[in-house]
Nanobody, 118 residues
Framework: QLVESGGGLVQSGGSLGLSCATSGFTFNTYVMSWYRQAPGKERDLVASITETGDSTNYTDSVKGRFTISRDNGEKTLYLQMNNLKPEDTAVHYC?????????????WGQGTQVTVSA
């Protein structure tokens, strides 16, 4: 189970911090990611972090503004979003993924709305 929190309404230039509390799977064996989906658009990858947290990846539009992190002891994923822009408005989803041999495991949260006003 993945449960996101921390979304809301913020003005352009503001900040929000998202959290994703997890349970029911071995958190530290999964690559964790944040995705987002704006109305009428596909769900896109925002950022990802390796199992140990030693490597991160960001989509170009959020580089320098967003920071993904994880706490394996607390089984929680985070996304700190600074200097938010109206184009960041979307439902943000937490995702856990891993391969076990040829079997793919994917878990999704229910999403949390982030709205940035101009």
């Amino acid at each position: 189970q993945l449960v996101e929190s921390g979304g809301g309404l913020v003005q352009s230039g503001g900040s929000l911090g998202l959290s994703c509390a997890t349970s029911g799977f071995t958190f530290n064996t999964y690559v964790m990611s944040w995705y987002r989906q704006a109305p009428g658009k596909e769900r896109d990858l925002v950022a990802s972090i390796t199992e140990t947290g030693d490597s991160t990846n960001y989509t170009d539009s959020v580089k320098g503004r967003f920071t993904i992190s994880r706490d394996n002891g607390e089984k929680t994923l985070y996304l700190q979003m600074n200097n938010l822009k109206p184009e960041d408005t979307a439902v943000h989803y937490c995702h856990a993924g891993r391969w076990s041999g040829r079997v793919r495991y994917d878990w999704w949260g229910q999403g949390t709305q982030v709205t940035v006003s101009a």
